[in-house]
């Protein structure tokens, strides 16, 4: 069927490459002139300690979750939904997870609270085709640029925690989290892009512009070791040698450096998160 | 002969039809996609991707199988194979704008799908899909 027509197909490729070369010829300049307008800003590479006195350029953010402490209340997960400002409860970028064990002949629960691992190694990293998630020059914090996200949710299938969450609707409506679990310091993402714990770095350089230390000072620590009621939570610069939270005081890093678990390690991601578990604390 | 006449208009009838039917349906289901958003599709963030990346995996692999069949004729010069050529080649380019469509209807930002002309992660095999879909597409469209 596709010999027949042979008489006129030499006109009508000359018709489709005229058409294309027009559509193309005339879409050069206001493409162009698109581009260079409206290009995303390259936003949060500069962290706002950079302009301060202090530096900000050495930081090994760490988070150390205690398991032996942790009664799976999860106010973390509400105080992180209030301060980054999910209204949506399909996202949740902290999760506790619940498991049932028996030790000694008694049933016990355990449980695994699951922000980002803030890996060193992010696999979602290198899945990205735009480039659009990356680890910050100053900490290492693995965030997402908004404006560059394409949705393609690639990051989603490489990251080994589950930890990334898309945003499959516009996110609207009231956020039941607030007030009672804390005030949004971040806007609300667009419908389309894909979000994740990001270490509340919103805290982290404000307070460091301020000379405050996280971890220490509420005001500079992350909205889940803020609000932990049980003391399972401590944040801090692994490189000072002692994590911190503000109402439960110090840990030594050499205390849990060597003993701590790291999940999934096999895969050489080297998470920032260390859990002290069950088994450990009983030794 | 007035007769078959009769009766193969009735079958196109039919199937251009039907298919008007079933194209009128897809553009309005990419509408209400790009509309309301991916969370119609009943995605979640545990099944990341869904149909979408099976449909065009599918569309691509009709592709790969027209493009092979299209190099056995115009690279490798066997002759015998002619007579299919063109059909290959269109074949191909059908499964290319399908697989392309349903592409910028997966992402979250059908408005960004550019954005990999511009920005390359050199380590993602994504970018790598997308210029092979890309250029080969623009090779079959010229």
């Not at chain 2, 002619?82 to 469509?101: E, H, N």
Request: with cysteine.
């Amino acid at each position: 069927m596709f010999m027949v027509e042979k008489a006129n197909w030499f006109s009508r490729r000359y018709f489709v490459k005229v058409v294309a070369g027009g559509i193309a010829a005339l879409s050069l300049p206001p493409g162009y002139l698109f581009l260079t307008q409206h290009l995303p800003a390259q936003v949060q590479t500069k962290p706002a300690c950079a302009e301060a006195a202090v530096s900000c350029g050495t930081h090994q953010w760490a988070l150390l979750i205690d398991q032996t402490k942790c009664v799976g209340c999860n106010e973390c997960t509400w105080a992180c939904k209030a301060t980054n400002d999910f209204p949506s409860d399909s996202i949740t970028w902290n999760v506790v997870y619940t498991e049932r064990v028996t030790v000694g002949g008694a049933k016990e629960e355990v449980y695994l609270p699951r922000p980002c691992m803030q890996c060193e190694n992010p696999p979602c990293v290198a899945a990205c085709p735009v480039g659009a998630t990356y680890k910050r020059a100053s900490d290492g914090i693995v965030v997402i640029d908004y404006e560059k996200c394409i949705g393609c949710r690639y990051c989603m299938a490489a990251c080994p925690y589950g930890a990334r969450y898309f945003n499959w609707t516009t996110p609207t409506g009231k956020n039941w989290a607030v007030p009672q679990f804390g005030e949004p310091e971040v806007p609300r993402r667009p419908r389309g892009v894909v979000e994740k714990c990001t270490f509340c770095y919103q805290r982290l350089d404000s307070g460091l512009a301020k000379g405050l230390t996280p971890g220490v000072d509420p005001e500079a620590t992350p909205a889940c070791v803020d609000i932990c009621p049980a003391g399972a939570r401590f944040f801090g610069d692994i490189a000072s040698g002692k994590v911190s939270s503000p109402k439960f005081g110090d840990r030594d890093v050499s205390t849990f450096i060597n003993s701590a678990t790291q999940l999934k390690s096999e895969l050489n991601t080297k998470p920032r998160v260390y859990y002290i578990t069950p088994g450990e604390s009983q030794q | 002969m007035k007769s078959a006449g009769a009766f193969r208009d009735t079958k196109l009838l039919f199937w251009m039809g039907s298919l008007s039917v079933l194209v009128a349906s897809g553009l309005y289901g990419g509408y209400i996609v790009v509309t309301q958003g991916l969370g119609v599709t009943g995605l979640s963030n545990s099944v990341v991707w869904g149909v979408w990346i099976a449909a065009d995996l599918s569309f691509i692999s009709l592709s790969a199988g027209a493009f092979a069949v299209s190099a056995l004729i115009y690279v490798f010069r066997l002759g015998r194979f002619r007579p299919v050529a063109r059909a290959a080649v269109f074949v191909g380019l059908i499964g290319y704008t399908l697989t392309m469509l349903t592409l910028v209807l997966d992402i979250g930002r059908p408005d960004r799908f550019w954005y990999p002309l511009l920005y390359w992660n050199n380590s993602s095999v994504l970018l790598e899909i997308f210029w092979c879909v890309s250029l080969y597409a623009a090779v079959l469209v010229v």
